[in-house]
């Protein structure tokens, strides 16, 4: 224990600190500008600059308490916890870190950030959730979920998102967004490349549905849907988009000119649809499709 000033009682083995400190101890090392430690059980807390490294993790707050013995931390106002493995950092406005479980809990407008190939990806949720081992890191996010990076975004009422498989769950009343395109569904999954960590695939289960501005008249929307919905990235960009099943499409037809040709209205049970910077190049109909073309009048509005 080291410190610009310290109070020590022989009885109690109680130790106030004054100024900045540092406690080296077996596994933690402990600095603060004021604070208190017990060096018999070594617990304590520290009420200004506080920053304790624990268990591959970086725990920095207004107030920091921390126990040994049951290998817990804790932190209120202004937090940050840095994983140092995973290069991720929490902030939130209350935490606790347990060693044992490998675990960190975090509310009150808690939000995590992770580093993936020079962007990062930002998960935000009434409460946050991070558990097991580096390589087993599970995320989850509950109540008012959102994430956010710079090709994607999405909201849902919760997020799941485990490391080891690669697979990010959005979870109840889901919405995402890829570009100028909307998709929905009664879930949608997020599957990563293990070894690039880039996107690879999406799921959108029951209910798929799918809808962007028309690019050109800025007015009316492309839309498809479909009982499920599966996507293709390449290189974090959306480029094949396969909806099966009670599938159907309204998609605005122009002529080189950019004249309106008319809106295509087809039914049939399997689209794929072909993009191109964030946009429709190509779609294919499967299996008895069943299409009219419509003016911009004559589009049926109802169902």
């Keep these: 224990m080291d410190s610009e000033q310290l109070d020590y009682y022989t009885t109690s083995k109680n130790a106030y600190m004054y100024g900045p400190s540092t406690i080296v101890g077996e596994t933690y090392k402990i600095y603060c500008e004021r604070g208190f430690y017990d060096t018999k059980v070594e617990s304590g807390y520290g009420i200004k600059n506080t920053k304790i490294n624990y268990n591959n993790r970086i725990v920095e707050g207004d107030s920091v308490y921390f126990n040994k013995a049951r290998e817990f931390a804790s932190a209120t106002n202004n937090i940050t916890v840095t994983d140092t493995i995973n290069n991720g950092v929490i902030r939130a406005h209350y935490a606790e870190v347990h060693k044992a479980k490998d675990s960190v809990f975090a509310t009150k407008r808690a939000v995590s950030i992770l580093v993936q190939e020079l962007d990062s990806l930002y998960v935000h949720g009434d409460t946050l959730m991070v558990t097991g081992k580096p390589e087993e890191r599970i995320t989850r996010a509950f109540r008012n979920a959102k994430f956010f990076k710079k090709d994607l975004s999405g909201k849902c009422d919760s997020i799941h998102s485990e490391e080891k498989t690669g697979v990010t769950q959005l979870i109840k009343n889901p919405i995402l967004w890829n570009g100028a395109n909307q998709m929905t569904g009664d879930s ?47 290189e974090n960009e959306l480029k094949i988009i396969d909806l099966v099943q009670n599938t159907e499409v309204i998609y605005y037809m122009y002529n080189d000119d950019d004249e309106l040709i008319g809106i295509d209205k087809t039914i ?10 964030n946009d429709v190049e190509d779609l294919t109909f499967f299996t008895n499709p069943d299409g009219t073309i419509y003016t911009e009048a004559e589009l049926p509005r109802k169902q």
């Design 188 to 234: 949608i999954h997020l599957i990563s490349n293990l070894e690039t960590e880039k996107l690879d695939s999406l799921k959108v289960l029951q209910n798929a549905f799918i809808i962007s501005l028309d690019s050109i008249s800025k007015t009316g929307y492309n839309q498809a849907k479909g009982i499920n919905l599966y996507g293709q990235f390449v």
């Design 268 to 277: 049939c049970s399997a689209i794929r649809i072909t993009m191109a910077n």
